[in-house]
């Protein structure tokens, strides 16, 4: 098995995401993780989609998806250059605020929300820095949290 | 004045060349048929939605022109629900149009409301949802070309029933399509076409498996086979796109197979798929299957290359395109290959050998071992065999073949081999029940100058029997041969084989009594008692102008022979001693 990250081009109209759902669910393909939004041209929306299938199975995944009417563009971005960002908001218990604000910094992430009780934090990154900061919290006594599922853009080419 | 949505959409079907239309009425397509009332479009009114996507279906198959079936929304969209996934399973080309409640009644559970477009997503190659009738006409041009390029497949259009009654800004008519993501390769890869074309010339015991796909290359396959001396077998949906009586058809693979098409796919060195997509009921155990061939696989859908088996050398085209270019120079000749397929139709190979050598591909000992023998007939009993012989025999070239789905449907692919490509029509990957009959008058409308013969079981018939109404009402002259065994036969074979004969609710009995039946429907019709009827009225039927049920009794122990169990592998074949004869001997 291994996880590839496919940046897929749809129109954006209603019913595609129920489409590419549908083809996973149908031929019992395995979503890691989605993420839906438009693109810099509105008629058109980009789906991150991360899988996680062997050789075989992945080829297929790509070719079914090819042969929906509603899909532009696949773009395999496994083995390119690439940024690739999550966004998590965590909810932790603030009995030890000062603890959380030094993890805080050294992740780079950002309180975003105080009550008495909690602190909302914000976090970006790669999905390993994403899963390494909520272990470190994790002690503090983590109440909720919510994640984006991954997306990713090829970098330019540099010359 | 301006057309409307509905008006719109009939004068684009009219405009693309549809001929004929299928259908139902109902509220939310009132608007449809009130612009069909003046229109040169001919509608079928069918009796059942089902029956009228089936019909569409049979009609699209016949002609290799999309079938266009109308229902309206709620239960008459839900009830073409199994029309769209056969027509599916079986690549034909399908414009489903459906009304939709009011677009503001959308979402509230409104009167007939089905979210038809959410139902059939996974039965469909595409479907809309139009709200704004403007989008009608392109809508509609954009459904016709995505069902018939390509791959074909049914494509649905919901249409609100707002969208069908507001007037349209008439510029719209002419609008093109417009699909970026919808890209068909029709053209073969050369670099693979020479590698193929090697690998053909190469081989020592080359086989043709030719497919569904490959019903529009008819020419082109006989040509190659032709040149290339290859012997070829083809699937239930391969029947006719290859001669059924040219000397190197060595008929069906797979389950019901021959024991040559199977041993010979057991056997070759180079095997060619044409437009076939490796089936379960076709290859049997699949890490078995063709152990010694290198396999060139040429499919117009990428996706099926490499979904059940390994492509040594894939060809994604058209196989119309792409099998004139296989074609080399030179004339080639297999004579020792072909010799040793034909020495499998040999007695000595067929007779029960229990203690027969191992087959070396799967080890198995019995390779044509009986298990105990089938059970007895009774002598006086007509047998599927002697029917569908004189059947061949009256109507000879001009017949094109429907079936139902069970027994029935193999003996018409055992006993009822067709020339010609696009003329055996039959619920391939869907295994529909009820097919036949709606898609035989579809069939007959689509091609008038033949004869279509439904080949059909008291099961199946009467899933779908209101149609009987529409072959009554439009005279359709398809003539119905009903192999009445008064059981679900091919249920009930299983049960004998598999589940020590307890026969679970697999007795139909002798209700209704058919010939009555059709009467009741203004249709002639009769019984075929005996062997001796079989010679006399059954041909008088057949040549009679117009509709006709023919129903022939025959015993309900008569099975379909051979018969490779599912997940064994090609060789093991049980009964081969019953195959019937192949097209070489007859
Ligand atoms: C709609 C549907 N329901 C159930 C089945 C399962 N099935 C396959 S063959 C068969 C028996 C068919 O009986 P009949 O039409 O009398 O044909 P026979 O096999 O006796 O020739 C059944 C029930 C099916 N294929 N389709």
Known sequence: ?159 | MALTGAEALVSTLTEMGVEYVFGYPGGAVLPIYDALYNSSLKHILTRHEQGAAHAADGYARATRKPGVVIATSGPGATNLVTGLANAYMDSVPLVAITGQVHSGLIGKDSFQEADIMGITMPVTKHNYLVKDGNSIPRVIKEALFIANTGRPGPVLVDITKDALMNHLLEPLLDAEIDLPGYRVKTTGHPRQIMLAKNLIQEAKRPLIYAGGGAGDAGESLLQLVEQYDIPVTTTLMGLGAFPGNHPLNLGMLGMHGTPWANMAIQECDVLIAIGARFDDRVTGNLSKFAPKAKIIHIDIDAAEIGKNVKADIPIVGDAKSILPELLGTEKLTHPNWIAEIREFALPKYQANKPNSDPCEVCNVPNLFNATPPPPCKRQESVTPKQVLEVVAATIKDKIIVATDVGQNQMWAAQYLPVDKPHSFITSGGLGTMGYGLPAALGAQLGRPDEQVVLVTGDGSLQMNIQELATIATYDIPVKIVLLNNRVLGMVRQWQTIFYESRYSQTCTGSVPDFCLLASAYSLPAVKILTREDCQTKLPEALLTKGPYLIEVAIDPDESVWPMVAPGASLCEMLHAELTPKPAWER
Request: net charge negative.
């Open chain 1, 1 to 159: 098995m291994s996880k590839v990250t496919l940046a897929v081009l749809v129109n954006n109209e209603p019913g595609v995401l129920s489409r590419v759902a549908g083809l996973f669910t149908r031929r019992g393909y395995n979503i890691h993780s989605l993420a839906v939004g438009p693109t810099e041209d509105n008629s058109i929306s980009r789906i991150t989609i991360v899988v996680e299938e062997d050789e075989q199975r992945l080829e297929q995944v790509t070719k079914q998806l090819h042969k929906l009417i509603d899909v532009l563009k696949i773009t395999d971005l496994t083995y390119e250059e690439r940024v690739e960002r999550e966004l998590a908001l965590i909810k932790v218990k603030g009995d030890k605020r000062s603890e959380i604000l030094q993890i805080v910094d050294i992740f780079r992430a950002k309180i975003v929300d105080v009550s008495p009780k909690e602190v909302m934090v914000e976090v970006t990154g790669d999905m390993e820095k994403v899963d390494a900061f909520i272990q470190m919290l994790d002690s503090y006594g983590i109440t909720e949290i919510v994640r984006t599922g991954k997306i990713a853009l090829a970098r330019s080419a540099k010359n």
